[in-house]
């Protein structure tokens, strides 16, 4: 699959380590994942709801979700966590793709959903990406997913591909001056 890119850039993302205050007044603490934060990502995962599940992914079960995290959490991937107190409550993952660029996939923990958290977490994980010198993302979202398409539209994505169930959507990321 070739991902078409915009022509202008968007800049103007936080990078981490940051803390926000989200909607339910919930200080939640953004950072690069680290080691550390292995086992609290595969404790969200397993609290994840099936039906929020998307593609396959996350995984299950334990074991796939460990399996899982190896992938997405390679040396050459970005990831972001969203923690409230010692919980990651949300995950964004920017991993690389055969052309240069990074495919994002977010998930939030679904008693964290609708209060702002998703938003910031894909702000700083742009704002990391950007620092780290990356400039193409690109992401792909079920079509009737529209508080999702909405959050990305709002970030700076724009509409590339339009297959049956899912559209793809990029940003081209401002290079660091």
């Not at 850039?9 to 940051?18: C, E, K, L, M, T």
């Not at 080691?35 to 039906?51: C, G």
């Not at 998307?54 to 390679?74: H, R, Y």
């Not at 909405?150 to 401002?174: C, Q, V």
């Amino acid at each position: 699959m070739t991902v078409r890119f915009p022509d202008d850039s968007v800049d103007g993302f936080p990078a981490p380590p940051r803390t926000a205050t989200d909607r339910e007044s919930r200080d939640i603490r953004y950072r690069q994942a680290k080691h550390e934060d292995r086992d609290a990502l595969t404790a969200m995962y397993l609290d994840f709801d099936p039906e929020d599940r998307a593609q396959g992914i996350p995984p299950g079960d334990e074991s796939g979700i460990n399996e899982w995290l190896d992938v997405v959490m390679d040396e050459d991937a970005l990831n972001t966590v969203a923690r409230h107190d010692d919980s990651a409550v949300g995950h964004v993952m920017l991993v690389p793709d055969r052309d240069g660029a990074s495919e994002l996939a977010i998930f939030v923990l679904q008693g964290y959903q609708g209060a702002h958290i998703g938003t910031e977490l894909v702000r700083t994980a742009l704002g990391l990406a950007q620092r780290e010198g990356l400039e193409c993302i690109w992401l792909t979202v079920e079509r009737w997913n529209r508080s999702a398409i909405a959050l990305y539209e709002k970030i700076g994505f724009e509409r590339t591909g339009d297959d049956s169930f899912e559209l793809e959507m990029s940003l081209r990321l401002a290079t660091p001056e």
